[in-house]
């Protein structure tokens, strides 16, 4: 598992963002939400996260850029996902699925990034 932290591109913003492989899925606060297209959920979906339970009740499509290379994915939209090692408010944790999804690989030594993995195009079978 790794985690690496930096800012990507929402809707003309830089949003602080925590990589996460230890995380299955992908959340953001509400605050991301509102420049999204979100849905209200059939019955909330309840998560550990930090130690507690964290309630999603909408999800939304997540569509931004990732060190210039553009992505799409599902997020839940829970209130609050914390704050990194020092003291930041993590607005989007990217989680495995999403990661996975784009090619997107993490190298915890550097502190970066790897998308030497990226799709140009996705073969289905």
């Known amino acids: ?3 690496i932290r930096q800012m990507i591109r929402v809707n003309d913003r ?6 996460d492989s230890g ?3 992908t959340y953001i606060v509400p605050d991301v939400a509102t420049h999204l297209a979100t849905t209200d959920l059939p019955q909330p979906t309840y998560t550990k996260l930090a130690g507690e339970t964290k309630v999603s ?11 210039g290379k553009p992505f799409h994915t599902e997020a839940m939209v829970i209130d609050d996902i ?5 003291g930041r408010v993590i607005e989007i944790l990217f989680g495995a699925l999403a990661m996975q999804q784009w090619g997107i690989r993490l190298v ?3 502190e970066q990034l790897d998308l030497s993995h990226y799709p140009s195009e996705f073969v289905e079978f």
């Open 57 to 67: 009740s909408r999800a939304a499509v997540l569509v931004g850029e990732v060190a």
């Open 14 to 19: 830089d949003i602080w963002t925590l990589f």
């Open 108 to 110: 915890p030594e550097n």
């Open 82 to 86: 914390g704050t990194d090692e020092e």
């Open 23 to 25: 995380a299955r899925n």
């Open 1 to 3: 598992m790794g985690r």
